[in-house]
């Protein structure tokens, strides 16, 4: 509800800030993308637990005036954790919401700062994990164009840091067997990059790979990525 409740106020400033400048925005972009992710997971917590990959979408909003960028998305998806040691699972549900401030130091080359909401969370009877992180920090990215053609590859790559709260509480026939707590600083490494198309009509596709590195819990989150979007002049 709070993931929700952000991203839909950050879209009304968004629209608002565009109302307001409409004479200095020149471009807004809407789309969505698609994320096939593949966790990877350490530590005490994940004993015994197989954890399966998942399907994540969700919308992707932007603002461009000139050299400065404001956007948003979100990514929603569910994984199956399957705790073999116990004989039940949990769908965890994985909410990732961006924000990010963006200034182009050329038309291929843009620096940012960012902000990360990134919680993960599942119950089932007496069962239930929950994980929630917000991380701020900044990256850069880059669009290499092919020459005389629509065609380009994209990469950006950033680093961000905050903390992580992490709750695991495991019952089997009603008896507490197991309870994990951890509230600790954390830090992602974030590397994306693909080839892309866009067409005149201001409809880009891209298909490329994204890979999150953690020193926690959640070491690797990695997995093919696709976007659609169409930019409005």
Avoid: C
């Amino acid at each position: 509800m709070k993931t929700t409740k952000a991203l839909f106020t950050f879209f009304i400033f968004l629209s608002t800030t565009a109302n307001v400048f409409s004479q200095s925005y020149t471009e807004v972009t809407v789309g969505g993308h698609y994320w096939y992710a593949a966790p990877d997971y350490k530590g005490e917590a994940f004993k015994g637990i197989k954890v399966g990959s998942g399907n994540m979408v969700g919308p992707y909003l932007s603002l461009r005036k000139g050299r400065f960028i404001l956007s948003t998305s979100i990514l929603m998806g569910t994984f199956k954790w399957d705790y073999t040691v116990y004989n039940f699972n949990l769908n965890i549900k994985r909410n990732d919401l961006n924000f990010m401030a963006g200034y182009s130091l050329s038309p291929r080359f843009t620096i940012f700062v960012a902000i990360k909401n990134l919680s993960l969370k599942g119950n089932r009877d007496l069962n239930k994990f929950e994980s929630k992180k917000r991380l701020y920090g900044g990256g850069v990215s880059s669009i290499l164009p092919f020459l005389h053609s629509s065609f380009f590859l994209y990469g950006s790559a950033a680093y961000l840091y905050g903390t992580e709260k992490t709750t695991e509480f495991i019952s089997v026939e009603e008896k507490n067997v197991y309870t994990y707590n951890d509230h600790s600083n954390t830090g992602i490494a974030a590397l994306t990059f693909g080839l892309g198309f866009r067409a005149s009509s201001g409809l880009t596709i891209t298909g490329g790979y994204k890979i999150d590195l953690s020193n926690k819990i959640e070491k690797r989150i990695q997995g093919i990525m696709a976007t659609a979007t169409y930019a409005i002049r």
